[in-house]
């Protein structure tokens, strides 16, 4: 069974500049996460996905920051403009329906903002 | 208050000691709590998970729960150098996965 898929696996950008991810989840996984992990931090939630539905976007800085789960399948995250503290690793995790405690997380992208 | 505190660490363990790891937590209603493993530069990878109060094992490691004093601990026994990573404690509530900043361990051969 193929993991989570995210690519880039690693950006670098300049300040203001726009950039996207991408993460493909679990075949079957309805519940969809993007978390954000500074380094020597644990991972923080930005935003979860029940198939197409955010259900949880407290944490996301609408400012910046937008995602999108189309088809309640593949997502995008994207930051619109960057700054210099966006630079961190952007993880995607993905759960079966119903059993948010078995998250499986992806790669992640290492955003650098220069 | 951090609602997931852990000793960031580094702990430092001899190759087939036991390596004790703990953490608290703030929300007395938490239900569900996890262990994470994550080696540098890779994702977060879960090794253990507890919902009831007394122990839980999986062959070297072994979970601990104490909801009335809010805390968590992992032991991991016969520790190897392979073992070496940070170890993220993380609390569900309501299906969000909070975590702590994590314990870094070190296992010297």
């Known amino acids: 069974e193929a993991g989570v898929v995210q690519s880039p696996r690693y950006k670098i950008i300049e300040k203001k500049q726009p950039v996207a991810f991408w993460c493909n989840p679990i075949?079957?996984?309805?519940?969809l996460y993007w978390y954000l992990q500074n380094l020597g931090q644990g991972p923080e939630l930005l935003i979860r996905y029940e198939n197409e539905e955010a259900v949880d976007d407290s944490q996301l800085p609408k400012d910046r920051f937008s995602a999108e789960r189309l088809k309640g399948v593949d997502s995008t995250l994207k930051i619109q403009p960057a700054e210099l503290g966006d630079s961190a690793v952007y993880l995607c995790?993905?759960?079966?329906?119903?059993?948010?405690?078995?998250?499986?997380f992806g790669p992640g992208t290492r955003l650098t903002v220069l | 208050q951090k609602e997931v505190e852990q000793n960031s660490g580094p702990l430092s363990v001899p190759e087939g000691a036991i390596a004790s790891l703990n953490c608290t937590y703030s929300?007395?209603?938490?239900?569900?709590f996890f262990w994470y493993r994550q080696y540098s530069g890779k994702s977060p990878e879960l090794i253990m998970f507890?919902?009831?109060?007394g122990d839980k094992e999986d062959g070297r490691f072994t979970a601990q729960l104490n909801k009335a004093s809010q805390y968590v601990s992992l032991l991991i026994r016969d520790s190897q150098p392979s073992d070496s990573a940070t170890y993220l404690c993380a609390v569900n509530d309501r299906g969000d996965m909070r975590f702590g900043a994590g314990t870094r361990l070190t296992v010297k051969p």
């Open positions: 507890i919902y009831s109060n």
């Open positions: 995790a993905s759960s079966p329906r119903d059993r948010y405690n078995e998250q499986f």
């Open positions: 929300d007395r209603g938490s239900q569900s």
């Open positions: 075949s079957g996984h309805n519940t």
